[in-house]
């Protein structure tokens, strides 16, 4: 009488017959604010489909359209954008201090690599930079990604965005 087994959930197909995709990394530069910001709504609206309400999501990223700051993020922080087939399939921002910001890929390109190679750019970036010391708030999707790479969780956290309030996790990893 054991338990019964659980459904899990089912990682996309990355057999040696899944077809291969060429992806680049590049920095981001001036117009990368609305492609990159439609990205950011997508991986909010179906990425974290599963593990955020819809109330949740639309707080998180009310509209697909960039705020007037949004592109001036992204060119102020070191802004690392994958991109396959011309298109922005994932991107990662790490600020000055430290602070990892923006870390998200497009629903239609998860567990392909882009992640682990968006931040393996920022790492090196960080090395370069002299930076020992790692910070981010992940949410309940980035959280497994983030642990698996020797992130450690520091806090549970509840954050408020447009009156509602959204859990994530602090964690931090030393280099």
């Not at 592109?71 to 991109?83: F, M, P």
Request: charged share 25%; proline share 9%.
């Amino acid at each position: 009488m054991g338990r019964p087994d659980l459904p899990r959930p089912r990682r996309r197909d990355l057999s040696p017959a899944a077809p291969r995709v060429r992806m680049r990394l590049r920095r981001a530069r001036p117009g990368d604010g609305g492609p990159t910001r439609a990205l950011f709504h997508d991986a909010v609206h179906r990425g974290a489909a599963l593990s955020y309400s819809p109330a949740e999501r639309d707080a998180w990223s009310p509209s697909p359209e960039a705020p007037p700051d949004w592109e001036d993020k992204l060119l102020s922080r070191h802004t690392v954008i994958a991109e396959i087939r011309g298109l922005p399939a994932g991107f990662m921002t790490l600020g000055k201090d430290g602070y990892l910001d923006f870390a998200y890929v497009s629903p239609d390109w998860t567990g392909r690599g882009i992640g682990r190679a968006l931040l393996q750019a920022i790492l090196r970036e960080a090395r370069r930079s002299g930076l020992n010391h790692l910070s981010t708030e992940a949410s309940l999707v980035a959280r497994p990604f983030f642990a698996r790479h020797g992130w450690r969780e520091t806090a549970r956290q509840s954050v408020i965005r447009h009156g509602v309030a959204l859990t994530n996790f602090r964690m931090e990893i030393e280099l």
